[in-house]
């Protein structure tokens, strides 16, 4: 049996100036899995269905149900799975009774027959069914731990901190990929969810549109095969994290997540992986040493579950004097920097626009374009398209549209944080 | 014995923040920083005698190299030696140039002393033996631009005297405890205070800008286009138990008055640590050039003063 395995390639200049105290490096992971399929670990999945009255629109939840089934379909033989009703409280809809069920033939038809019967009615209170979730995960020994919240409006029916206390508590115990279906819900609810518990947030503008959907995330849900990794930092005495994000594919904040793992190092949980790349972007505070000193800035490795390491890296600083080395920036530090950059420049320039604040959003909605036209990001410059008229792509000359959609609106902020990869330099 | 840098695995403790472990690749388990490897930190201390060399904060490689030994028992030794060479040009070859002429020199002067040759004769013949290491090393194909040289000093203790050879500015000082003043050293004289013992073959053509060091050019060397004279040579007679200390300019550009040296070895316990508490101010100064410091206690079985 071969163990799965991670590679780790730094990117960074190592080289600093005299008295320089911050090191900044790129993190790329690549997982390589174990072939082996006796090795590949047990899933379970657990569906939050949102049925508030204002699902009752029948085009909402019939298309809520058809993509509950195709969910369902999509899970393998012998993974755990539940459906939850999501009002002002939370309701198993299968099975009837407080646990997972396991998919089979029998428990697929079953489950879809108690989905049909789903009626809607009720308030949002979404800590609730969160809450459910977590209870249904702790009562098993599933390793991978997946959930899908899909929700068409506000979270009305408690108070923020209520939403806030619950996933400080049950943050990082299983994935939460969020989804909004129409325009009625917040960006920011479902994105302190999905940060909170390391998933997705993205719009569905069409509700028949969520049956692809609810299959792709259950069948990439179903492809995970290395659960529960973690980057452990280990840092010099004296030194300290202070920035992990991930980068690619989406920009995740991962600082806050950090927990003590032995002397001098933490451990930043990323959720389960496939054979995929992620990025993460590390920032250290070292205490400077002298000229012409190296210290190992960061030892990255890569933990699996049982804390094996599965891969390793590391970020080191050289100080010098010497302008030609320390001037230099690393083009994937530059690039990585630039993407995180975009993101928050859409989210505040669409933050100035919702507010009135028209001076402020031209001019962040312009640096936006600036950096997706540097970093040919084309996925978001035509979101960004369709909320601008863009005079000068280069220089970020924008003006708003007169008349912008909400859905435009909407779909640019939730897909703000999706990042693209550097172009390779001939 | 040649002090080379030791392997890793060989390390005590990080020489940066003494923390007992260090990684596989060099790197201390507590603080980070990576240890010196091969030639940019090399130590060796046989009690009678003890010397540091380290790359210093901006060059890229050591091409400063120490030798030392001894004749008779370690605890009472007849004669304890040692050599410092400063590789000269910042060709590859200048620091083999410098660790072959020590170990050639060192070789030679513990070979005639063993045989019963007086201290000059044998500080003369061990300078011709080192001539010929770097010599031979230029037969090797290079061409006369980057022919390896290098300076040299080279110090012979006895229980009455300190005999001391040299070309070029690598240099000896004598340091006596429990005197603070400066003497003068010709050769044949009676030492007391701390004096240097040694006379720089050099010519300053300029100063440097912070006006704290001279630009100095050699006039004298080991190697390569020399001038094939014999080296200079002065025997000094102790007046009282002292210290007598080799280095290199990456040493003696921060800290070369007599006096000064004295203030900042004799308050050490011992030669080992002595030369690495040298070592570390020269770094803690700005580490501009490579370092060298060998340090040998006075009378050669006398022990610490």
């Known amino acids: 049996m071969r163990q799965s395995h991670f590679d780790v390639e730094i990117a960074q200049n190592r080289y600093l100036p005299r008295g320089a105290d911050t090191v900044d490096a790129i993190v790329s992971v690549t997982a390589h899995p174990s072939a082996d399929h006796q090795v590949s670990p047990s899933t ?28 369902i379909d999509s899970l393998r033989d012998g993974a755990g799975f ?52 977590a209870e249904l995960f702790d009562g098993s020994e599933y390793e991978l731990r997946h959930a899908i919240l899909l929700t068409d409006g506000r979270n009305t029916s408690e108070s923020p901190e209520a939403l806030t206390t619950t996933l400080a508590d049950l943050r990082d115990r299983f994935r939460c990929d969020c989804r909004g279906v129409g325009t009625d819900w917040l960006v920011s609810e479902l994105r302190q969810i999905a940060e909170a518990m390391l998933g997705t947030v993205d719009i569905v503008a069409e509700p028949e549109d969520l049956v692809a959907d609810f299959t792709a995330m259950i069948e990439r849900a179903m492809r995970l095969s290395v659960p529960d990794v973690a980057l452990r930092l280990w840092t010099p005495k004296d030194a300290e994290v202070t920035l992990v994000r991930q980068v690619d594919p989406s920009v995740l904040d991962l600082t806050t997540h950090g927990e003590p793992a032995k002397a001098q190092a933490t451990d930043y949980p990323t959720g389960a992986w496939e054979a995929e790349t992620r990025a993460f972007q590390v920032r250290i505070a070292v205490p400077a040493a002298g000229v012409g000193d190296t210290m190992l800035a960061c030892r990255v490795s890569v933990v699996g579950p049982d804390g094996d390491v599965l891969g390793n890296g590391k970020v080191l600083a050289t100080w010098t004097d010497d ?17 995180v950059e975009l993101a928050t420049a859409i989210q505040h320039g669409l933050d100035a626009h919702r507010a009135g604040d028209l001076d402020t959003a031209t001019h962040k909605l312009g640096r936006a374009v600036a950096l997706a036209s540097l970093s040919e990001h084309a996925e978001t410059m035509k979101l960004l398209s369709k909320v601008v ?8 000359r924008v003006r708003i549209k007169p008349s912008v959609d909400t859905l435009d609106h909407m779909t640019l902020d939730t897909r703000s944080v999706v990042t693209t990869r550097m172009r390779r330099q001939q | 014995m040649t002090p080379v840098g030791g392997a ?49 904060r901006v060059r890229d490689s050591n091409a400063d190299a120490m030798a030392f030994g001894f004749t008779g028992e370690s605890a009472r030794p007849d004669h304890v030696v040692a050599i410092v060479c400063d590789g000269v040009g910042s060709g590859a070859h200048s620091g083999q140039a410098a660790q072959d002429a020590a170990d050639a020199g ?51 203790a006895t229980s009455t005297e300190v005999t001391v050879a040299w070309l070029g500015d690598s ?82 550009g921060y800290l070369g008055d007599p006096a000064e040296l004295a203030a900042e070895i004799l308050g050490h316990r011992d030669a080992a640590e002595a030369t690495l508490g040298l070592v570390e101010y020269a770094l803690a100064s700005g580490g501009r050039d490579n370092v060298a410091v060998i340090a040998l206690p006075f009378p050669a079985a006398g022990g610490w003063p």
């Open chain 1, 44 to 71: 379970a999945a657990v569906i939050m269905l949102d049925c508030s009255a204002s699902m009752y629109r029948p085009s909402k939840l019939a298309a809520a149900k058809r993509a509950a089934h195709a969910a």
């Open chain 1, 82 to 133: 539940a459906i939850v009703a999501g009002t002002h409280e939370a309701t198993m809809i299968y099975p009837s009774e407080q646990a997972l069920a396991v998919a089979g033939e029998e428990t697929r038809r079953a489950a879809k027959r108690a989905v049909d019967d789903l009626g809607a009615g009720g308030g949002t209170a979404m800590s609730r069914w969160l809450r459910a979730a």
């Open chain 1, 323 to 339: 302008p030609a080395y320390y001037g230099v920036l690393d083009p994937q530090v530059a690039h990585y920097t630039g993407q």
């Open chain 1, 389 to 396: 008229d863009i005079e000068d792509a280069e220089r970020g």
């Open chain 2, 8 to 56: 890793i695995d060989d390390r005590e403790q990080c020489v940066h923040c003494a923390h007992p472990t260090v990684d596989e690749d060099g790197y201390c388990e507590q603080c980070g920083l990576r240890q010196p490897v091969g030639r940019e930190r090399m130590s060796a201390d046989l009690g009678v005698v003890a010397g540091v060399s380290d790359r210093g």
């Open chain 2, 106 to 156: 060192a070789a030679e002067l513990l070979g005639c002393l063993a045989d019963g040759l007086d201290p000059r004769k044998a500080s003369t013949m061990a300078m011709a033996a080192a001539a010929d290491a770097v010599t031979s090393l230029a037969g090797g194909g290079l061409d006369e631009v980057d022919a390896p040289a290098t300076t040299y000093v080279s110090v012979v």
């Open chain 2, 171 to 252: 240099r000896a000082y004598w340091v006596a405890a429990g005197t603070r003043d400066t003497t003068a050293a010709t050769d044949g004289s009676v030492v007391d205070g701390a004096a240097c013992l040694t006379i720089d073959h050099t010519v300053r053509n300029s100063y440097l800008a912070d006006g704290t060091r001279a630009a100095h050019t050699l006039t004298r060397w080991l190697g390569a286009d020399s001038d094939g004279m014999d080296p200079q040579i002065v025997t000094v007679h102790p007046a009282r138990p002292g210290v007598v200390v080799l280095c290199t300019d990456g040493l003696w």
